[in-house]
């Protein structure tokens, strides 16, 4: 291995590391369509060949541009057989609508595509979503992100959790900026609102069920959610003077609410219906709640950070 570190060698070598690491495109054809990454930063860089071949690292402050989105950490290394850049300490992927936050992982240029481990978080740059899991796939070409193991999610007063959480974004307006279009959930899918007409005591509409599709319109807004699989609901109700009149409880195989203007308007339950209304004293009852209900806003990484760029 040869360590390159004298700043009179530094820019001739870093010039040469994005030559190696990342061809410059020429006028041919099929070169032009082949994606690149550049290199913006580094400190100090390496190179050398190992039993997966010829590798160059770059070590901190390392800052990588795909297009849009920008990839930093502080330790990187490109293996250039397996066209794979592995990422170490501080990682944060930003794009112009969101950033993910991780410990270790790998990138893929040309699929635009990686895999974050670790202390995984993440927040949409509106401050619409925030999430966090213990692993996370990022794949840019699909307009997808994965959270997977414990995954958790936070829509401003909603909470989202499940085994599995795949967020889907969509282009809108001539902007082309993306938002959110759908969220689903795999395993232990559960869903938590809080009921924003009772201050006092503070209660939750919940939802849970194997699997969870919720539709999202305009960015933010709650269009639809379909639970299926020991779908089960526990929703607050109200009479048309908006006073509290009882608590449904009902399950069955498929749930589907239908929201207006991002408040919940009404519930579907279909096959093997089950149900029960409890009177208004049970309002704030913890006993009643579903078996999985854990209100977890505490975890939030970012609940006292809602401010940071």
């Known amino acids: 291995m040869r360590r390159v570190c004298l700043p009179a060698f530094l820019t001739a070598a870093f010039l040469l590391f994005q030559t ?11 070169r032009a369509e082949q994606k ?4 913006q930063h580094a400190d100090t860089i390496e190179g050398g ?8 690292s770059v070590i901190g402050n390392v800052v990588f541009l795909d ?32 950033s993910i936050y991780g410990d270790s992982g790998v990138y893929f240029p040309d699929k635009q595509a990686g895999e974050i481990n670790g202390n995984v978080r993440g927040r949409m740059l509106d401050n ?4 966090k899991s213990r692993r996370a796939l990022v794949n840019k070409a699909k307009s997808q992100i994965w959270l997977y193991d414990d995954a958790i999610a936070w829509h401003q007063q909603q909470q989202i959790s499940g085994d599995i959480i795949l967020i889907h974004f969509t282009e809108s307006g001539s902007s082309k900026k993306q938002n959110i279009d759908e969220i689903q959930v795999h395993n232990n899918a559960f869903f938590a609102s809080a009921d924003t007409l009772s201050r ?37 109700l109200y009479n048309e003077k908006q006073q509290p009149s009882g608590i449904n409880y009902s399950s069955g195989d498929m749930i589907r609410l239908f929201f207006s203007n991002g408040n919940l308007n009404w519930v579907k ?10 009177p208004e004293s049970f309002r704030g009852n913890r006993g009643i709640n579903l078996s999985k209900f854990a209100w977890r806003e505490r975890e939030n990484p970012f609940r006292q950070q809602k401010s940071l760029p």
């Open 20 to 30: 190696i690491m990342f061809p410059v495109l020429n006028h041919n054809i099929l």
């Open 36 to 39: 690149k990454i550049i290199l």
């Open 49 to 56: 060949e190992g039993e997966a071949g010829n590798y160059r």
């Open 67 to 98: 297009g849009a989105m920008t990839l930093r950490c502080d330790h990187a290394t490109n293996f250039e057989k397996e066209n794979k850049i592995v990422l170490n300490g501080n990682i944060v992927i930003t794009d112009p609508t969101f």
């Open 128 to 131: 619409s979503l925030f999430g």
């Open 200 to 236: 006092s005591p503070v209660v939750f509409d919940q939802f849970s069920g194997k699997k969870m599709i919720i539709r999202i319109i305009d960015g933010s807004k709650i269009a639809g959610i379909t639970v299926t699989g020991e779908a089960e609901s526990l929703y607050h």
């Open 269 to 278: 339950v279909t096959g093997n219906v089950e149900g029960k209304q409890y």
